[in-house]
């Protein structure tokens, strides 16, 4: 109850009406986007488990995997009006990246619940009202960098904060992926005759797809989606939000220590699911090989030339790295059991990486333009070479 009471005496004074650029005390400041941190946690947990649940389980709102990344969106839409009321910790295009974020996550959510009210079972990550949400997180996260970046004070903490928001953003942005990550793996198992969904779920997608529960229903739930979108999405998504990271953090080996995070993470979750008695998933380890070759382009100084020699590297990284772990599934969809399930990767169409590279090589000049054009690198200045 004291400390209650300290906490309150501390912020009240805070509580004022201001404009966004407001001088920010440091304690505040830090409180803040620690604040962030919390919440992205919360997300971040939420969503390592949803997948995973949606795979065992018929669709429940207040799922405890909802409800977690339900606590992360209260603490983020409290900040969120922290920021837009007092003006604290934000400029005008933090606040505005934060603000319709935010406002984009509040309204896919009810899209979503009406939606699965409306059709049911929503078989896939990809569908409308799960973009949504995903391009909500996308401007609420790239505000909070934006919102670090441009008020932290140089040093240890602004480096490795701006890291671990990275990796959120990472984490983000392939969260769809994760669908085929599992659904590799489901299919493997129902063709061990183990099935891994619960008989309601298989009956509900069996349902829902007019037909009876077979291999065919299995494939329909589990891979919905073309071959070629997973390399496709990891090369040009993946590795841009690698190459933004390494510019803007501006040290060596910033890109392999985001993706290490990120990967490291969904190791570490994975034994802690799979002993639960919920479905496993393969891990994306291709995404360590991709960050590697994205820092080893940063040796070379010229943007242009960087930004060639990075979508050749990082491409030939993420599909060699894709073919190896295909290669240990034992077959297109896989035979390995237990831990072994996490070294496997989801079905690989080998000839889009023509069409990955022409698209990392675009996002990629355009990145590099755009960090430059608005003095995003750390040294804050335009035309400046992160050391």
């Known amino acids: 109850m004291k400390r209650a009471v300290m906490i309150k005496d501390w912020a009240l004074p805070y509580w004022t009406r201001g404009q966004a650029g407001r001088e920010t005390p440091p304690d505040l400041f830090r409180v803040l986007y620690y604040g962030w941190l919390a919440a992205f946690s919360l997300k971040l ?3 390592a488990w949803d997948v995973s649940w949606h795979f065992k389980w018929l669709r429940d709102d207040l799922a405890p995997p909802h409800l977690l990344n339900s606590a992360g969106t209260v603490l983020a839409l409290a900040l969120t009006i922290v920021h837009g009321y007092t003006g604290y910790g934000v400029d005008r295009t933090a606040l505005r990246l934060i603000q319709w974020g935010t406002g984009i996550f509040l309204v896919a959510v009810p899209l979503d619940l009406i939606n699965h009210r409306v059709n049911g ?5 990809w569908s409308p009202s799960h973009i949504l949400l995903y391009v909500g997180t996308f401007f609420m996260i790239a505000g909070v960098i934006r919102g670090w970046f441009t008020g932290a004070p140089p040093g240890r903490e602004r480096t490795v904060v701006l890291g671990a928001f990275f990796a ?13 990550e599992y659904g590799v793996l489901s299919i493997g198992a129902w063709d061990n005759n183990s099935a891994y969904a619960e008989p309601i779920l298989l009956q509900f997608a069996a349902d829902q797809m007019g037909r009876e529960i077979d291999r065919t229903t299995m494939v329909g739930f589990s891979l919905p989606v073309p071959d070629a979108l997973y390399p496709v999405y990891a090369v040009v998504i993946g590795m841009t939000v690698l190459a933004v990271a390494r510019l803007m953090i501006g040290r060596f080996g910033s890109a392999t220590l985001v993706a290490l995070a ?14 639960t008695g919920f479905p496993p998933s393969a891990v994306p380890f291709f995404l360590v090989a991709g960050a590697i070759a994205v820092d080893l382009a940063f040796a070379i100084r010229m943007p242009v030339v960087r930004a060639v020699a990075g979508t050749v590297l990082a491409t030939a990284a993420v599909y060699g790295g894709l073919i190896a772990q295909s290669a240990l599934m034992g077959g297109v969809y896989g035979t390995l059991n237990g831990m072994e399930g996490l070294l496997g ?3 690989l169409a080998t000839a889009s990486a023509i069409w990955a590279g022409a698209g990392l090589l675009a996002a990629w000049l355009a990145c590099e333009w755009f960090v430059n054009r608005f003095a995003l690198h750390p040294l804050g200045r335009r035309d400046a070479v992160p050391a």
């Not at 079972?121 to 990550?125: E, M, N, Q, R, V």
């Not at 984490?171 to 992926?177: A, I, L, Q, T």
């Not at 990120?262 to 002993?275: I, K």
């Open 262 to 275: 990120y990967v490291g993470f969904r190791t570490l979750v994975w034994p802690m699911l799979t002993a």
């Open 45 to 47: 947990l939420g969503s």
């Open 168 to 180: 959120f953003f990472l984490e983000n942005v392939h969260f769809p992926e994760q669908h085929q």
């Open 345 to 347: 990767a989801p079905p």
């Open 121 to 125: 079972l929503d078989i896939t990550s």
